[in-house]
């Protein structure tokens, strides 16, 4: 139980005695970290009871302060400030709190629950490597997933491959048309960024058909649909839906190059899924409901035989779910995936990791679902993140103008590696070594930089920035890290000891300022563990490991610990530390970030 609820459930006790008449129900007992300003730890807001106690909230507070102090064990003293009553801990909770934590490695953690979520990130295109762009969304996913195991959850971390439609086909003649039968050994390059080189290829040529059909006379518009390429593209979309074998032993080769891609991308992200949906196969299922929900009434054919769903009447429009070709669109496949997950894992909760560009395709989609009665609708929830630029701009898959993943983990890394060298941190490292630690800088430094904003908030990424081993950095928290591995290596000491090590311990001496506030952080982990996990964001856990380092800091700055006034004292240190280490490392596990010994 965390002292927070703690201090609730005693306020609660000492109202109902002191106030035996009084309905607690109407008020609400808040409690917040005291100001630094003023003295104390925690701090009661009394304003919620004055009405209830008809009395003004200073001797709310004086009353409520004194039965504190004299009928628990928790408080040493308490101040009244303009309504708020500031509780100070005893130094015994703390030191019994380092003694019972300081190397649980459960802590924060919760026991499991019979609730299963589904967390749906990545889901790429075939047509394409992963690129900077996808970044935000997959450690996002990856790092909600592991926060949400870490809170009970039972979780199922899913990832949709969208390897159908016209934008794979436009790969597909690309390729036909100027390949010349390259493949990935040939040309010595991943599959995905071959088939990648063809999308945009198709785009390129796209682009001049029109432009020159534009040069006959035939208006813009027009030229889109005429464009020999696009109608290549939209016959083999309707050759693939049939079934061609040519065209579909074509898709799978292609397709294979990319899968083949990915898996490296993904490994050396260090992120990984237990189900991987396709929607070559879901897309047929997203059929079946559609037809389902003509011959409920639910949905409607237009004129030229495609289906819609009218939707104006929850205030948005209409919307296409099958083309009048009868081939699919993107919601098509989304109706389909959303059931079978569900069937698949009676979820409780589906999470999709999706940018806020498809707000109203999320909105519609539950929408639908609902209205076709379809059990899975009402655990969906839309985790929307706001795209991510460089500082040159806005980045385009079509027109080449975006950053492969694969580019941008190599920038980061070398970055690293520059740094340290810089530094004259090299020495004592074996080549082999040195590999690992300019992974583990450079991969947590991309990662952390992509978390610590609201994911609701749109970002621009700054690698150099990102990598500042001064600033709001994972580069600030591994050194912290790394630093409290070597004070536990000077004192012979592991980095989890055992409960011997400290045996002998007894507080002996008043718990400074410094030492204190590291100690109060420490035991919040639960709570910001929890919080993360409510709010679906993960920047609260960087925002949260950035403190705790700079508290750790702070307090190694002010206190020695081989030359600690007495034993009694230096234990304690040794004991915030080890658990500093713990906790960092938690935490930034759940995150996909690694913290490194030394550095």
């Not at 004086?62 to 005893?90: A, H, Q």
């Not at 058909?209 to 889109?224: C, F, P, S």
Request: glycine residues 6%.
């Amino acid at each position: 139980m965390t002292i927070v609820t703690q201090i609730k459930l005693a306020t609660e006790e000492a109202i109902q005695h002191l106030f035996p008449e009084t309905d607690l129900k109407s008020a609400t007992i808040t409690i917040n970290q005291t100001k630094p300003e003023f003295k104390g730890d925690y701090t009661v807001v009394l304003f919620p009871f004055v009405k209830l106690l008809k009395q003004k909230p200073d001797a709310i507070g004086k009353t409520l302060g004194d039965y504190l102090l004299e009928k628990t064990n928790l408080f040493s003293e308490y101040g009244i400030v303009s309504g708020f009553l500031n509780l100070s801990i005893k130094d015994e909770y703390w030191a019994k709190f380092l003694v019972n934590h300081y190397n649980d490695t459960q802590y924060g953690l919760k026991a499991k629950e019979d609730v299963r979520v589904m967390v749906e990130y990545s889901s790429p295109n075939t047509n394409k490597p992963l690129h900077f762009g996808h970044l935000r969304n997959i450690f996002l996913g990856f790092a909600m997933a592991e926060i949400l195991k870490a809170n009970g959850k039972q979780v199922v971390k899913g990832n949709l491959i969208n390897d159908r439609g016209i934008h794979i086909c436009k790969s597909m003649v690309a390729w036909m048309r100027y390949a010349d039968g390259a493949t990935p050994e040939k040309r010595g390059i991943k599959g995905d960024h071959l088939v990648g080189d063809y999308y945009v290829k198709f785009n390129d040529v796209y682009k001049a058909e029109i432009a020159e059909l534009k040069e006959k006379g035939i208006d813009e518009a027009q030229a889109e649909k005429e464009a020999p390429i696009m109608k290549e593209a939209q016959a083999l979309l309707r050759q693939w839906e049939a079934g061609d074998k040519g065209v579909r032993d074509l898709w799978q080769m292609m397709n294979s190059w990319v899968y083949e891609g990915f898996d490296k991308s993904y490994k050396r992200l260090g992120v990984d899924f237990d189900k991987v949906y396709h929607e070559s196969d879901t897309y047929l299922l997203g059929k079946t409901i559609v037809e389902e929900g003509l011959q409920k009434g639910v949905l409607f054919n237009k004129e030229d035989g495609s289906v819609w769903v009218d939707l104006t009447a929850d205030g948005l429009d209409q919307k296409l779910l099958l083309r009048g070709d009868g081939t699919s669109v993107y919601i098509t496949q989304d109706l389909g995936t959303a059931k079978l997950k569900y069937e698949d894992y009676k979820l409780d909760q589906s999470i999709y990791v999706i940018a806020d560009e498809q707000n109203y395709h999320m909105q519609v989609l539950k929408l639908i679902l609902k209205k076709l009665g379809e059990p899975c609708a009402d655990g969906i929830y839309h985790l929307s993140y706001g795209m991510v630029e460089l500082p040159t701009g806005r980045m385009k898959s079509r027109e080449g103008t975006v950053v492969d993943a694969d580019d941008m983990m190599d920038e980061m890394i070398n970055l690293a590696q520059q740094q340290t060298e810089e530094a004259g941190k090299t020495e004592g490292y074996t080549a082999e070594e040195l590999k690992h630690l300019y992974e583990t800088i450079g991969m947590g430094a991309l990662k952390f930089y992509l978390l610590r904003v609201d994911p609701k908030k749109k970002m621009i990424f700054n690698p150099q920035e990102s990598i500042d081993l001064h600033g709001f950095t994972a580069t600030f928290i591994q050194y912290a890290h790394a630093r409290i591995c070597s004070i536990l290596r000077k004192e012979n000491l592991p980095l989890l000891p055992d409960n011997r090590h400290f045996q002998s311990f007894r507080l002996s001496l008043p718990i400074a300022t410094a030492e204190k506030n590291l100690v109060l952080a420490l035991e919040q982990y639960p709570f910001i563990l929890e919080g993360s996990a409510i709010e679906y964001n993960p920047s609260s856990l960087c925002n949260y490991s950035f403190l705790v380092a700079q508290l750790f800091n702070t307090f190694y700055d002010e206190h020695s610990i081989a030359k600690a006034e007495n034993e009694e004292k230096k234990q304690l240190r040794l004991m915030m530390i080890v658990m500093t280490a713990e906790v960092l490392r938690n935490a930034m596990h759940l995150l996909g970030i690694r913290l490194p010994e030394k550095m």
